[in-house]
């Protein structure tokens, strides 16, 4: 089944606990990307990659980082988590990426960093 | 950048009755303009897009208008039914500087009452 896994769907931190999203698609799309969404806020875009070894920033990146080292994969890594940035985060994917393709989101990541 | 504007934020119609939700946008570059439909507890999916060489796009029951001059493009939903119930959001991206960015709307929660 094509489909965007991440790991973990919930997660409960403590401040300055660095961690890891991963986010995995069997699509073999280029583009991928990392979503956060607030109450009020809508999706906000952290990062996004165009291909393998290519990321940008989105509208919120500070705090976070992400890497491409293969096509399938684009985990989320948060080096010093701070309440802030409790929120809903979902990764997605897409051919070639917005404008030229929908997008495929996960299930999302519920992260609460106390 | 880009700054999208979504209304209403929620929206509340008798089951039969039609919806619309209307997102202006800042940038004129953008040329890609996709609706997403999320369910409670799940990722969001795209339900239609139009592009920037369209003013109109249809899909059963659900239409998306453009007007590139005054930036801003609507979602009509006709018959909606319960299962219509969820939140929307819209978006915008463009082809050239800063591809692969995609800014949201703050999202629209629609209830349909049967």
């Known amino acids: 089944e094509a489909q965007v896994t991440q790991n973990p769907r919930y997660l409960i931190t403590v401040t300055g606990k660095k961690l890891t999203v991963t986010c995995s698609q069997n699509m073999n799309h280029e583009y991928m990307s990392w979503y956060r969404q607030d109450p009020g806020l809508g999706l906000r875009q952290i990062y996004y990659s165009m291909n393998v070894e290519v990321t940008d920033k989105g509208d919120v990146p500070e705090g976070y980082k992400v890497s491409r080292k293969e096509k399938r994969n684009f985990p989320l890594i948060l080096e010093s988590p701070s309440p802030n940035q409790t929120s809903l985060y979902f990764c997605?994917?897409?051919?070639?990426?917005?404008?030229?393709?929908?997008?495929?989101f996960g299930p999302g990541t519920r992260l609460t960093v106390l | 950048g880009e700054n999208v504007e979504q209304h209403p934020s929620t929206l509340s119609v008798q089951e039969g009755d039609s919806a619309v939700i209307k997102c202006t946008y800042s940038d004129s570059a953008s040329n890609y303009f996709p609706w997403y439909k999320q369910e409670l507890g799940k990722g969001p999916q795209l339900i239609i897009d139009i592009r920037s060489n369209v003013g109109e796009k249809k899909d059963q029951r659900i239409a998306v208008t453009l007007n590139k001059t005054a930036k801003h493009f609507s979602l009509h939903i006709t018959e909606t039914q319960p299962e219509d119930s969820a939140v929307y959001f819209c978006?915008?991206?463009?082809?050239?500087?800063?591809?692969?960015?995609?800014?949201f709307g703050d999202g629209t929660t629609l209830t349909v009452k049967p």
């Open positions: 997605a994917s897409s051919l070639q990426g917005p404008p030229y393709n929908e997008q495929f």
């Open positions: 978006a915008a991206s463009r082809t050239t500087t800063n591809a692969g960015k995609s800014t």
